[in-house]
């Protein structure tokens, strides 16, 4: 399964992006998927994430009440919503699969991963 993340950009604080995260060779549909994100200097870290079911979704802390993971299945696409940006959000976002039935929140728990959209916000 080759990964494709997009949608990263420049944008000011408190604004808003959506990115997208699209599968070739294979369906979502028995897959979880994975964004994390890696800032500079930093080790990645997990943002959110949706079951293979899409019955159950997980946000590391940062994520919580400003981020929304959603599948459109008939796209064959995740998407990460990101609402109320910080400049502390600025990293690059990465999608991740893995065959696990639940939503993992470290990295190794992912087998295949997407090249990365960079996100940027101004302060």
């Known amino acids: 399964v080759q990964l494709q993340a997009s949608g990263g950009g420049l944008v000011q604080a408190g604004g808003s992006l959506r990115l997208s995260c699209s599968a070739s060779?294979?369906?979502?549909?028995?897959?979880?998927v994975g964004w994390f994100r890696q800032a500079p200097g930093k080790e990645r870290e997990f943002v959110a994430g949706?079951?293979?079911?899409?019955?159950?979704?997980k946000y590391g802390d940062p994520a919580k009440g400003r981020f929304t993971i959603s599948t459109d299945n008939t796209k064959n696409t995740v998407y990460l919503q990101m609402n109320s940006l910080k400049p502390e959000d600025t990293a690059v976002y990465y999608c991740?699969?893995?065959?696990?039935?639940?939503?993992?929140?470290?990295?190794?728990?992912?087998?295949?991963w997407g090249q990365g959209t960079l996100v940027t916000v101004s302060s």
């Open positions: 949706i079951s293979w079911s899409g019955g159950s979704t």
């Open positions: 991740a699969i893995t065959i696990l039935r639940y939503v993992g929140v470290v990295a190794s728990n992912y087998d295949s």
């Open positions: 060779g294979r369906t979502f549909s028995r897959y979880t």
